[in-house]
């Protein structure tokens, strides 16, 4: 099986998440290494219906290990969500020799690697790479661990003013449906209270909480809220409503999928690139790479896109705990 893949092209599509470089520069050596050529795939499907490719080799992913965002660039494609868009992607992959993909990225562009299987019967290999960490079957995706220390270092330093101005401060953090940057940057940087999606939230029970409190010394507070359940700003107005205290939202945006990635990232964008590699050349396909413990494995792009329920009991633990502390 070795000897039938000759060349892989490998791409990133969707959000850039840190530790997408080293994810791109392990699996370009590993290839190498392997006797493989490689064609680097510009601006994800987009690049890859507009036949922007590039040879690569082990030179061409020199010093990219600690860069954040990824230099094969990225970007969404409206026209592979089509049938004819991935039809003209699939030519390209033929035109170009390519036997193989890897393609990293989220949960949308995993269900675009599997679309091009079922249509056109293109191999590919996903590694998962996304800040939100909502991905099925894996516990960790690249780029989830930085973005948890990229909030922690922003909650550290507004608690400075939080704890100066005796105010509280909603801060709201990307997690559209998966609430795992809210749960850990809450329970690390000392959070009153998480909002999370699929969280059951009482805001007079909040109002009363922050009042008890009140009376007792206590007037700063910081809670932290997933984009999937509101915004910063709307609840700040609902507890300024509800407590007359001094409200500030604020919204971190982007700066959560920028910056280098950490340790825990580019070890494990290492491990997921070279593992991709080899399981093309044992004959995987139609597959993501995974992690459960220690230990990666392969899992179908069905159950990763489509079996993303994380362990709510978990979730539950860490929300428990952040309140008791928070006390």
Known sequence: MAEQIKRIGVLTSGGDSPGMNAAIRSVVRKAVFEGIEVRGILRGYEGLINGEIIEMDSRSVSNILSRGGTVLKTARSMEFMTPEGRAKAAKVVEENGIDALVIIGGNGSLQGALALQKERGIT????????????????YTIGAHTSVDTVLDAVDKIRDTVTSMERIYVIEVMG???????VMAGLAGGAEEILY?????D???IAGEIKKAEKKGKRSWIIIVSEGF??????AEKIVEKTGCEVRGITLGHIQRGGAPNAPDRVLASRMGAYAVSAL??????????IKGSVLLLIPYEKACFEREKDRKLQEELYSLTKLLAA
């Open 124 to 139: 590919s290999i996903g590694i998962p790479g996304t800040i939100d960490n909502d991905l099925g079957h894996t516990d």
């Open 197 to 201: 999606p699929g969280a059951e939230v």
């Open 203 to 205: 805001m007079d029970e």
């Open 281 to 290: 050349i044992e004959g995987h396909s139609g597959k993501m790479v995974a």
């Open 176 to 182: 559209r449906k998966e609430p795992y940057i809210a």
């Open 230 to 235: 509101s915004s910063a700003h709307s609840m």
